[in-house]
């Protein structure tokens, strides 16, 4: 873009395709030569790529492209039609189609001529148009963000929700997220924007020296704070390395020569050793039948050193890989029987080993990796791929990009189309978050943050952002799925919706017809979509029912946070109501009812010195209550008389679900109980759904947990031990060994909440012979 260039435009008007008056000779010959010669140099490039380019329509967008450019030269002082051709080299280097050659090669027109929009169109097509237009959009909306010097997660972060701001510091906020929005959507209306976008950064952080220092710092915080990582989130691994050196040469250059300097030093020692153990590997992997295997070293990059030097505080001496060994072969099979080779000739350093491949990375991303003592006794890490792993690995959407257009009927071609459509459909959902704050908060999470990568049962990938829950994947299967969803099946183990998905689980979504979304999923639920999708479903209630539900979970949240009933009469709601953008009373219950409204919110404008409830902290310091005292609200009538299910014990964070039995009472089950499935099946329209269930700070309630194990000497001791230091008091105990010789550990303890529930049990699952940890659905059945 023109971040690096003098323009020196020349014409103005409609252009009309005429050429821009310059002066008649402008370029020396030798510029003109070296102009040529690089184009040249695109072509070849370009007959590596399939589908080949046509050379015809290259050579016109390049002429059209230094017609156009005529008369501007960059700060460096060369012609700037070398930045254009640079741009398309890079991205022909990462096998882009036509289209993308075109729109590289004349990104910078619409921004820095008189050329329209029309013409460029019926020149080049609407594709290519669409590109430049998105390409430009994203470097001006960038360029509005104005990071901070510490980056974007401060730059652009809305304030707190319910925090007082300035009028002034508001409306900054609210422009930087609207400029965020618009970066989004300017990629989501054609995903080449991306590589073509991340091409012209890498070639204006190549030439960055020709900028004066404020530039530089302000290229580099971009290019570091969201250039970098975009590329990371697509896969692009050769621009994504490049660019984080280039950004810490230009924002740390002390740090950079330093470490630098530190890696020279001992290269040559390095490289020295590493040959020798790819000449080990290869002979000794072609002795074993993989004659084709391609065995190389490679360096890692200056600010990977870097970083693991910060992070790990090491010295350069104690990072022994530096440099990594890659095998690359044919199949996937190889890639299992490499790494059995690689074993017979060095020992493996215990933990280090990584299956990528049955695992793959949220970029899709596949590799074997291990560690080894190498011919030294030094740590080597090596890598075994195969050939399309190793393409995608390097170019990331961009190789997917390149499979579809050449047309791949293969499984190759299809995971093209499903990572392409999935990371559309999430820039798109992402900018659609009508929330300022949790616009912010998911474009950390899923375009910059972590992902994992879960299976439906049929094995089809679906990508989630690090965190994301079951129910989160419900959604994302189908909204229908996510209403009804009760909980799931991983690995033949019942979880709740509150489960967190990890990479590799297959995960199969139970469902029942009869349940519908409870307020608390949108505590639940970490993606937009589903959140969005959760909301909508209430939205959808008639006003009337949202009215009760907020007027319930309103009186619930009051409790728990010390407000005083009075304040939650309708007068004072009338008057706090405008504050919050609501005409009256029942408005503002309506809003928290459908989910539109935090309902902390309105509690700290009721009392600003309230506390939010949070599970934990000091209940513990509080008199422990019992079931008789749990607060239980139902259309809005508070106290209702209810008992809690001696089968399933439901507790405050589960999802209950009501029974009105034949003598008046209601009673509380888990939506997962399997008394609760029965009654159901006979009596449907005995089952209550919109209860809200929270108990009053410092009760603690009864629940039954199951610890299966080896039998063993000592279980017992080891799993009351954990439970004792939690500061969970086990009201009971009994043990007993299945036939299969697994021992099982029944307890009956006392816990406030779910999440205290769940922190106990990953505690207990990290005890040594310690199988699962489980809390039952129903009655206990028959010992095994």
């Known amino acids: 873009m023109k971040g690096n260039t003098e323009c020196a435009k020349a014409g103005n008007g409609d252009t009309s395709g005429l050429p821009l008056e310059v002066p008649a000779r402008w370029l020396t010959a030798a510029e003109e030569a070296a102009i040529e010669a690089e184009f040249q140099a695109l072509l070849e490039d370009a007959r590596k790529i399939t589908p080949r380019p046509d050379p015809t329509v290259l050579r016109t967008a390049f002429e059209f492209a230094h017609e156009r450019h005529s008369g501007q030269r960059r700060d460096s002082g060369e012609p700037y039609i070398v930045h254009p051709l640079a741009v398309a080299r890079i991205v022909a280097s990462l096998g882009l189609d036509q289209v993308s050659l075109v729109s590289a090669l004349c990104h910078d027109i619409l921004e820095m001529t008189p050329t329209t929009r029309e013409e460029m169109e019926r020149r080049f097509g609407s594709e290519v148009l669409r590109v430049v237009e998105g390409v430009t959009k994203v470097e001006y909306h960038v360029s509005k963000i104005s990071l901070g010097e510490t980056g974007q997660q401060e730059a652009a972060q809305p304030a707190a929700e319910g925090a007082t701001v300035s009028p002034r510091a508001e409306k900054r906020s609210s422009g930087r997220i609207a400029n965020l929005r618009h970066f989004i959507l300017a990629m989501v209306e054609d995903l080449r924007v991306i590589p073509v976008k991340l091409a012209d950064r890498l070639h204006n952080m190549r030439t960055l020296d020709a900028k004066d220092a404020q530039a530089r710092a302000r290229i580099a915080l971009e290019t570091e704070q969201i250039y970098a990582p975009l590329a990371h989130r697509v896969g692009i691994w050769q621009l994504k390395w490049e660019l984080e050196d280039l950004a810490f040469k230009h924002r740390q250059p002390a740090e950079y020569r330093r470490v630098a300097e530190l890696v020279e030093q001992t290269r040559a020692e390095r490289q020295k050793e590493v040959d020798e153990a790819v000449r080990i590997l290869r002979e000794h992997l072609h002795a074993r039948g993989l004659t084709n295997a391609h065995v190389t070293g490679r360096a890692k990059h200056l600010y990977s050193v870097y970083r693991k030097m910060v992070t790990q505080n090491l010295a350069i001496t104690d990072i022994y890989d530096l440099v990594a060994i890659r095998v690359i072969v044919d199949t996937r099979a190889q890639c299992y029987e490499a790494f059995g080779y690689v074993s017979e000739i060095w020992p493996s350093i215990p933990n280090t080993f990584a299956d990528y491949i049955a695992n793959r990375k949220s970029n899709l991303y596949q590799s074997l990796h291990v560690k080894v003592r190498g011919p030294q006794g030094k740590p080597i890490e090596i890598q075994i791929r195969t050939w399309d792993m190793h393409r995608t690995a390097e170019f990331g959407l961009a190789a997917h990009w390149a499979y579809k257009e050449a047309g791949d009927e293969g499984k190759a071609s299809a995971d093209a189309d499903r990572r392409i459509s999935q990371l559309r459909r999430m820039l798109f959902e992402l900018a659609q978050e009508p929330s300022d704050t949790d616009f912010y908060r998911t474009v950390l999470q899923d375009l910059f943050g972590d992902h994992v990568i879960v299976f439906t049962p049929k094995g089809d990938p679906i990508e989630l952002p690090k965190g994301a829950t079951v129910l989160d994947f419900a959604y994302r299967i189908h909204t229908d799925v996510g209403t009804h969803a009760i909980g799931a099946r991983i690995g033949g183990r019942f979880v709740d919706l509150s489960h967190e998905c990890r990479s590799g689980d297959t995960i199969e979504v139970v469902t ?57 009469r309708d007068e004072s709601l009338q008057e706090i109501a405008p504050s919050l953008n609501h005409v009256g009373a029942r408005e503002l219950l309506a809003a928290i009812g459908n989910g539109t409204l935090s309902v902390h919110r309105v509690v700290r404008k009721l009392a600003p010195a309230a506390q939010p409830s949070h ?108 439970i004792s230091d939690t500061g969970v008091n086990i009201r009971s105990n009994r043990t007993y060994t299945r036939r299969s010789g697994r021992a099982v550990l029944e307890y009956m303890i006392e816990v406030p909440n779910t999440e205290e529930y769940n922190l106990l049990a990953q505690r207990i699952t990290a005890l040594a012979d310690v199988l699962s940890v489980e809390r039952p659905a129903g009655s206990i059945g028959k010992r095994e």
């Open 512 to 568: 029942r017809s009869s349940n519908t979304p409870s307020l608390d999923w949108l505590t639940i639920a970490k993606t937009t979509y589903a959140r969005s999708k959760i909301k909508g479903y209430f939205r959808k209630l008639t006003f009337d029912d949202n009215v009760v539900r907020g007027r319930a979970v309103l009186q619930a949240e009051a409790e728990r946070a010390g407000v005083e009933p009075q304040r939650l």
């Open 615 to 722: 599970p934990g902290g000091a209940r513990s310091r509080l008199r422990l209550g019992n079931a008789a005292g749990l607060e239980v609200s139902l259309d809005g009538t508070t106290n209702v008389h209810y008992a809690r299910c001696a089968a399933c014990f439901p507790i405050p964070g589960d999802n209950v679900v009501g029974y009105s039995s034949r003598l008046g009472t209601l009673k509380l089950h888990r939506a997962e109980c399997t008394e609760l499935a029965r009654l159901a099946d006979a009596e449907p329209e005995r089952i209550l759904r919109d209860v809200v269930y929270a108990g009053r700070l410092g009760q603690k309630f009864i629940v039954r947990m199951l610890v299966y194990g080896t039998d063993r000497v000592g279980l017992l001791a080891d799993v009351s031990r954990v």
